[in-house]
């Protein structure tokens, strides 16, 4: 906001960035590859810049993500437990500077591993007597979610100031359990405090009893049970629809879901509506940092008409029915009552709950305020997902308005810079994402950096230039500033330059954005890097957006062709993307714990390394990473440590002021 009144006082800078945005509207020919910067090898932050203006030459040709290759024989060997072909795993080594409880296990060839399991599972369903036992636990858990979506207090409680309602465990236990001789002990158990590990109610029958699978030799699995309920500006059918379409679900809320997929239909919609339909599914949730380790599930979800004009889309683990050596991650009744409000332009009111088991023991301890709470995972993320898609589509269908400097962008090109900003948000939280599909790796104990994990991304290939690999490298720290400050700073032009390594003693300005939402710092913008006041060194496409969950600044650089192309609504899928940036968590839950209100920061860069290959990495590339990531992060945390002096600085001379005026008037 201050920079919207710095620009409305100085006329002139308004027509000066008139005249740059027109720039780029009208000479898409402009060739930007005279201000490349040649770089030593022997510095690996040149090495790093050079790298980086090579990407962004490719800003015509289209970088998706890779398509998963047909079944092999050596998936075929995986399906039929051939152990010839069991791969080792993917070298991770461990650094002595890393973290307690920072190691996340990488596996090898894992999109293999999925694929097959995927199959078995979409095998397994076909059985005649598996369908009944869906069916049947799949109605069961329509009948739960519906009472957990209604039911007040005792069965639910708030927590702390965030409004977020956790479940009563105990409450829950008489509610939903079948009391025999131990359960009492279990809700005492509980009632002095002991871990809260609620029993598995799966049913199976007198004649059928717990498979001996299910009776691991492992620790249970923790509970994590929340609900919200939120006004959401959509029509309840719609969402019903996005909810039951596997694909679209996967991309609207591709900050939660990293993975997706549709094993079998076993009840198919009669009426033209979701209404009875029932699906299987298995899907990856995770969250922006490959610390957390991803919670994979297989599920049913059932889409039923509950009452007019009330919708319930549930899901279900199915891993009692299949054999499974280790359950690490289960759905309970999961889901949202979609309830359409009349008289009120298509919004509906929806109340999320999810309920899970799952292990936390691999837990990184920067991460564990907010997983063993539940915040990391809480209902409150889907509605937080829900509200920014609908501010999105509005966005999308809105005409063109005018900047607050008065700068226009036709309509065509915004369409298209909104379409590829939606592009590279839903790449980002790929890239940072721990599923399964990421090999991570990290750095060796001789490196200083903390926490790092790097992989291979996409490969690159620039027209007239070989290909080349891509690097994705990320690390998290504890920023100790609130949230919403460190994401104003990391988003802001006019600071950028404190913490960039291409913006570094250059001039970063915000040429055009695009709102996106209530609030005015969710936006798209255009920001153009200057070496000098006619010179354009570098642009770049950024989307910020914040909301009660958390906080993302994402970007990708591009040429001044490529933006052109892209403000002149030339094809969004065009422009070659790589998608850098930072998401910023709270360090424990809103409105709970002692202290003041810390930020985690997950700094993220990807990047063309043409050094590198699958099997070779060279101490350069290592070297370089630690250098780019240790440096990003030191100067993070020194502009907020002079932030933060400043502060205390200002309030210990208004205090002085306030003294000293209150001294002159007793004197008077």
Same mark, same amino acid.
């Given at each position: 906001?201050?920079?919207?009144?710095?620009?409305?006082?100085?006329?002139?800078?308004?027509?000066?960035?008139?005249?740059?945005?027109? #720039?780029?509207?009208?000479?898409?020919?402009?060739?930007?590859?005279?201000?490349?910067?040649?770089?030593?090898?022997?510095?690996?932050?040149?090495?790093?810049?050079?790298?980086?203006?090579?990407?962004?030459?490719?800003?015509?040709?289209?970088?998706?993500?890779?398509?998963?290759?047909?079944?092999?024989?050596?998936?075929?060997?995986?399906?039929?437990?051939?152990?010839?072909?069991?791969?080792?795993?993917?070298?991770?080594?461990?650094?002595?500077?890393?973290?307690?409880?920072?190691?996340?296990?990488?596996?090898?060839?894992?999109?293999?591993?999925?694929?097959?399991?995927?199959?078995?599972?979409?095998?397994?369903?076909?059985?005649?007597?598996?369908?009944?036992?869906? !069916?049947?636990?799949?109605?069961?858990?329509?009948?739960?979610?519906?009472?957990?979506?209604?039911?007040?207090?005792?069965?639910?409680?708030?927590?702390?100031?965030?409004?977020? #309602?956790?479940?009563?465990? !105990?409450?829950?236990?008489?509610?939903?359990?079948?009391?025999?001789?131990?359960?009492?002990?279990?809700?005492?158990?509980?009632?002095?405090?002991?871990?809260?590990? !609620?029993?598995?109610?799966?049913?199976?029958?007198?004649?059928?009893?717990?498979?001996?699978?299910?009776?691991?030799?492992?620790?249970?699995?923790?509970?994590?049970?929340?609900?919200?309920?939120?006004?959401?500006?959509?029509?309840?059918?719609?969402?019903?629809?996005?909810?039951?379409?596997?694909?679209?679900?996967?991309?609207?809320?591709?900050?939660?879901?990293?993975?997706?997929?549709?094993?079998?239909?076993?009840?198919?919609?009669?009426?033209?509506?979701?209404?009875?339909?029932?699906?299987?599914?298995?899907?990856?949730?995770?969250?922006?940092?490959?610390?957390?380790?991803?919670?994979?599930?297989?599920?049913?979800?059932?889409?039923?008409?509950?009452?007019?004009?009330?919708?319930?889309?549930?899901?279900?683990?199915?891993?009692?029915?299949?054999?499974?050596?280790?359950?690490?991650?289960?759905?309970?009744?999961?889901?949202?009552?979609?309830?359409?409000?009349?008289?009120?332009?298509?919004?509906?009111?929806?109340?999320?709950?999810?309920?899970?088991?799952?292990?936390?023991?691999?837990?990184?301890?920067?991460?564990?305020?907010?997983?063993?709470?539940?915040?990391?995972?809480?209902?409150?993320?889907?509605?937080?997902?829900?509200?920014?898609?609908?501010?999105?589509?509005?966005?999308?269908?809105?005409?063109?308005?005018?900047?607050?400097?008065?700068?226009?962008?036709?309509?065509?090109?915004?369409?298209?810079?909104?379409?590829?900003?939606?592009?590279?948000?839903?790449?980002?939280?790929?890239? !940072?994402?721990?599923?399964?599909?990421?090999?991570?790796?990290?750095?060796?104990?001789?490196?200083?950096?903390?926490?790092?994990?790097?992989?291979?991304?996409?490969?690159?290939?620039?027209?007239?230039?070989?290909?080349?690999?891509?690097?994705?490298?990320?690390?998290?720290?504890?920023?100790?500033?609130?949230?919403?400050?460190?994401?104003?700073?990391?988003?802001?032009?006019?600071?950028?330059?404190?913490?960039?390594?291409?913006?570094?003693?250059?001039?970063?300005?915000?040429?055009?954005?695009?709102?996106?939402? #209530? +609030?005015?710092?969710?936006?798209?913008?255009?920001?153009?890097? +200057?070496?000098?006041?006619?010179?354009?060194?570098?642009?770049?496409?950024?989307?910020?957006?914040?909301?009660?969950?958390?906080?993302?600044?994402?970007?990708?650089?591009?040429?001044?062709?490529?933006?052109?192309?892209?403000?002149?609504?030339?094809?969004?899928?065009?422009?070659?993307?790589?998608?850098?940036?930072?998401?910023?968590?709270?360090?424990?839950?809103?409105?709970?714990? =002692?202290?003041?209100?810390?930020?985690?920061?997950?700094?993220?860069?990807?990047?063309?390394? +043409?050094?590198?290959?699958?099997?070779?990495?060279?101490?350069?590339?290592?070297?370089?990473? =630690?250098?780019?990531?240790?440096?990003?992060?030191?100067?993070?945390?020194?502009?907020?440590?002079?932030?933060?002096?400043?502060?205390?600085?200002?309030?210990?001379?208004?205090?002085?002021?306030?003294?000293? #005026?209150?001294?002159?008037?007793?004197?008077?």
């Amino acid at each position: 906001m201050a920079n919207m009144g710095e620009n409305r006082a100085n006329g002139s800078g308004n027509i000066q960035q008139d005249n740059n945005l027109e #720039e780029l509207f009208n000479n898409a020919g402009f060739d930007n590859s005279q201000n490349i910067v040649e770089a030593g090898e022997e510095d690996p932050v040149g090495g790093f810049q050079a790298a980086l203006m090579d990407e962004i030459e490719a800003a015509d040709y289209h970088l998706g993500l890779d398509q998963p290759p047909e079944m092999n024989p050596e998936e075929n060997a995986i399906l039929h437990g051939n152990e010839e072909f069991s791969s080792p795993s993917l070298y991770n080594p461990q650094s002595p500077q890393n973290s307690p409880g920072s190691e996340s296990s990488t596996n090898a060839k894992p999109d293999q591993m999925n694929r097959a399991s995927d199959l078995l599972m979409a095998v397994s369903i076909g059985a005649e007597l598996n369908k009944n036992k869906i !069916i049947e636990q799949a109605i069961g858990a329509m009948d739960e979610l519906v009472k957990m979506a209604t039911m007040g207090e005792p069965l639910w409680q708030r927590q702390g100031n965030g409004g977020t #309602e956790t479940l009563n465990g !105990i409450q829950y236990l008489r509610e939903f359990g079948c009391f025999d001789a131990t359960m009492e002990d279990i809700i005492r158990m509980v009632e002095i405090g002991e871990p809260e590990l !609620i029993p598995s109610f799966d049913y199976f029958p007198p004649d059928n009893p717990t498979p001996t699978f299910l009776k691991p030799e492992f620790e249970p699995l923790n509970i994590e049970a929340s609900r919200d309920t939120g006004l959401v500006n959509m029509n309840a059918m719609n969402i019903v629809e996005l909810l039951m379409d596997s694909k679209n679900w996967s991309m609207v809320f591709s900050s939660i879901v990293s993975r997706a997929t549709l094993l079998g239909v076993i009840l198919d919609t009669v009426d033209g509506s979701c209404n009875g339909v029932l699906q299987v599914m298995t899907a990856e949730f995770h969250q922006s940092t490959p610390l957390i380790p991803t919670r994979q599930s297989y599920f049913a979800r059932y889409c039923k008409m509950v009452a007019h004009g009330t919708w319930g889309v549930v899901d279900v683990s199915l891993e009692n029915l299949f054999p499974c050596p280790q359950i690490q991650f289960k759905r309970r009744p999961s889901g949202c009552l979609v309830q359409q409000v009349p008289n009120n332009g298509g919004a509906s009111n929806v109340t999320w709950v999810e309920h899970v088991e799952v292990d936390k023991k691999s837990l990184h301890p920067h991460f564990r305020p907010i997983v063993n709470s539940g915040f990391a995972f809480s209902a409150k993320r889907w509605i937080a997902v829900l509200h920014r898609h609908c501010q999105w589509v509005a966005t999308c269908m809105a005409t063109t308005t005018p900047t607050d400097a008065g700068v226009l962008i036709p309509q065509p090109g915004r369409e298209s810079m909104l379409k590829v900003a939606e592009k590279m948000t839903r790449k980002f939280f790929m890239n !940072i994402s721990s599923c399964t599909e990421n090999a991570w790796m990290g750095l060796p104990s001789n490196f200083g950096a903390e926490d790092v994990r790097f992989r291979f991304g996409n490969t690159l290939t620039v027209p007239g230039k070989p290909p080349s690999n891509t690097l994705i490298i990320t690390t998290s720290v504890q920023v100790p500033v609130p949230v919403n400050v460190l994401f104003d700073f990391l988003r802001n032009e006019h600071s950028r330059h404190k913490w960039d390594l291409l913006s570094k003693e250059r001039l970063v300005r915000e040429l055009a954005y695009v709102i996106t939402g #209530e +609030n005015p710092q969710n936006r798209v913008s255009v920001l153009q890097v +200057n070496s000098s006041p006619n010179k354009i060194e570098i642009l770049y496409l950024q989307e910020s957006y914040t909301d009660e969950t958390g906080s993302y600044i994402v970007f990708t650089p591009m040429d001044t062709f490529a933006m052109s192309l892209i403000l002149n609504g030339g094809n969004p899928n065009d422009p070659c993307i790589l998608s850098s940036g930072f998401a910023i968590l709270p360090d424990k839950p809103p409105g709970q714990g =002692d202290g003041p209100e810390g930020s985690i920061l997950t700094v993220a860069f990807q990047s063309a390394d +043409n050094l590198s290959s699958n099997e070779l990495i060279p101490a350069l590339t290592l070297k370089t990473i =630690d250098v780019i990531l240790s440096s990003t992060v030191a100067s993070i945390r020194d502009a907020m440590v002079l932030m933060d002096s400043l502060f205390i600085e200002l309030q210990v001379f208004l205090a002085i002021n306030g003294c000293l #005026e209150g001294n002159r008037g007793d004197e008077t």
